[in-house]
């Protein structure tokens, strides 16, 4: 069965679902396909202080929001999809989704988002699931009342070891650098919370542990010093790497995996845009992935209207 759309979103995030609520919005027949749960990494994030016109809420809640916005002018959601096969060439792009079957439209935008980056031990695969974790809203209550370390120096790192203080007992910081990348708020905010210590200039070497996780093995960039510090949950918020591996052949990506796009969110092949953080950008926050999608389904709108012309 084929079905046809005007637009096609490949991704559900911040970025998705508001291309989907601006293309449904200009009229088009729109439609989401997301490979998991409508939300991205805005699911994960466990309070969302810094979006305009929102003093505060979770990232599932500001999602869920989105979501009936974008389906309140008609968009339709597919999500948990398993995509078989995405053609990107032609006049119409096609994207086939097992059990559902083939959808077709002359646009589409890519925002397959990313996943978090991890440090590539053998020991860290170990013990995922058994004391190693990359989402605090998910997993922080399991380590109520116990010691816990949070690997990373930017934003995510500083802003979820903060949130981690309301379940652990301790929360020790483990960086590489001698400073942080985060914003100044961040790290005023962290520092001055009586729960947190810091690890400066480190670099994790080994996990250890038995059927559990029960320490971290850093070692001091200059001095060499070996650091053991024990601990029953990592959380690791060190980056993310862009969905797009399956992109490769079809449109120009940098060395990092990151979408090429113009300031129209255009790729390398007509009648495909992208937005999120699978775009070549210097900042990924919420509100640059929403800014993304807005353009993105602006573009793609007045691409298919010349279309039409």
């Not at 989401?32 to 466990?46: E, F, K, R, S």
């Not at 929102?54 to 979501?67: F, K, N, P, Y």
């Not at 309301?166 to 520092?191: G, L, M, N, R, Y």
């Not at 850093?218 to 797009?244: Q, W």
Request: proline letters at 3%; hydrophobic letters at 40%.
């Amino acid at each position: 069965m084929t079905e046809r759309y005007d637009l096609i979103v490949l991704g559900g995030g911040a970025a998705g679902l508001t291309a989907a609520l601006y293309g449904a919005r200009a009229h088009l027949k729109t439609l989401i396909i997301d490979t998991g749960t409508p939300g991205g990494q805005m699911n994960l994030t466990y309070k969302v202080a810094n979006y305009p016109g929102v003093l505060e809420a979770s990232g599932a809640d500001i999602v869920m929001t989105m979501r009936r916005q974008a389906e309140s002018f008609g968009a339709r959601l597919l999500s948990h999809a398993e995509v078989a096969e995405v053609a990107l060439t032609g006049a119409e792009k096609s994207v086939v989704v097992e059990d559902e079957g083939t959808f077709v439209a002359p646009a589409i935008i890519l925002a397959p988002g990313a996943m978090p980056r991890t440090l590539g031990l053998g020991s860290e695969a170990r013990f995922q699931g058994r004391g190693i974790s990359y989402c605090a809203t998910c997993d922080g209550d399991f380590f109520t009342d116990q010691d816990i370390a949070v690997i990373g120096g930017g934003n995510s790192a500083l802003e979820e070891a903060v949130s981690l203080t309301k379940f652990a007992s301790s929360v020790t910081i483990i960086h590489e650098f001698d400073h942080f990348q985060a914003q100044p708020w961040a790290v005023e905010q962290a520092k001055k919370n009586p729960k947190i210590r810091f690890l400066m200039e480190q670099t994790v070497k080994d996990f250890e542990g038995e059927e559990s996780l029960t320490a971290v093995i850093s070692e001091h960039k200059r001095t060499g010093e070996v650091t053991r510090t024990p601990v029953s949950g990592v959380f690791l918020f060190i980056g993310y790497v862009p969905n797009t591996g399956w992109l490769r052949e079809k449109i120009d990506i940098n060395e990092r995996g990151e979408i090429l796009t113009d300031e129209s969110m255009k790729t390398s092949v007509a009648g495909v845009f992208a937005a999120g953080d699978a775009r070549q950008k210097r900042y990924r926050q919420v509100t640059t992935a929403v800014s993304d999608g807005a353009i993105a389904a602006i573009a793609a709108s007045e691409y298919v209207a010349s279309l039409a012309a």
